[in-house]
């Protein structure tokens, strides 16, 4: 059943993410050859007017083929005008042909918080303290409900805080427990504390004793809207710092979940959060998507992107056959990681 789950998820992420590229195509007049939903062999096939609908076996991506894309044109679209081509337009439409799936994404998200933000209660993503539990570390200490959190001094090292998962971050690579500064604002005056967190025999780790502030149901759409901007404006913020902390080293590559990492983690959500849960994990998979894609790499949206600015500031196309070479070899690499975190969340599974 997960695995239903999690395919019905990504078929919609794809799908929304696809459409953006295949709308900004067929707006601006560029010839589309095919819209795919999967890779390999077709088990599924329409032919439009121009463009050529199908399903794919393997359920994993998609794709909106335009002639052109690739930099070499298929002889068979030989006889497609230039100007219908993806470098036929210019770069200004090129980039939102590009740009389209990561924008289509980012509102997808955007409405499914604000969905959220008008029906449920969700963690306020800033690093605001909700409650203090009684006797704790940090009531000893002084943080108080409703103080906004700035930054953290650890052995001479000052963290700035700007999400609440960056505060949960420190906790967790906090592993010894050691004592720590924690700066906040309190009505509009800069306050200083000292925490030093206990052992938790129960958790087996050492705890501060907060908890996040909570954005409760609004059902005024304005505020909702609000909201539920807010919560996507934290998980672009907490994708940026997962990136850091991969490319920075205090991440690995193992910590990374694939697809077989996704469908058990589908099957934990719909447990414990049910639907809501389910939905909310469709909003962050759909704003993480949409980043991911707008990475500088040739394979993915952000590499087109990288390759129409250089393109702009040198007034020049790259060599076709170059940039046929480059995308290819970014595919194969890219292919290559899916299998190693995919191996990765494999070997999980009898840890």
Known sequence: MSIILFLVILLILITVHELGHFMFAKLFNVYVTEFALG?????????????????????????AAMVGEEGEIDEKYANIPFERTVKGVNRFKQFWIMFGGSLMNIILGLLLFVGLAFSTDNINPKPIIGEVIANSPAQKAGLKKNDYVKSIVLDGKVDKINSYTELQLFSMKNKEGKSYQMNVIRDNKNITLNITPYFDKETNRYIAGFQPSILYADHNIFYA?????DLSIGVCKDVFLSLQMLLTGQAKLDDVSGPV????????????????????FTGLLSINLA????????????????????????????????ESAIIGGSFILLFGLIIIVTFNDITKLFR
């Not at 993915?300 to 600015?309: C, F, K, N, T, V």
């Open 225 to 229: 809207f609000k909201n539920g901007i």
């Open 291 to 322: 980043i991911f894609n707008l990475l500088p790499i040739p394979a993915l949206d952000g590499g087109r992107i990288l390759i129409i600015l250089i393109e702009s500031i040198f007034r020049r196309r790259l060599n076709p056959k170059v």
């Open 39 to 63: 890779f390999g062999p077709k088990i599924f096939s329409k032919k439009g007017k121009e463009t050529e609908f199908s399903i794919r076996i393997l359920p994993l991506g998609g794709y």
């Open 261 to 280: 990492g996704m469908v058990s983690l589908t099957s934990q959500i719909s447990q414990s959060s049910g639907f809501v849960g389910l939905v909310k």
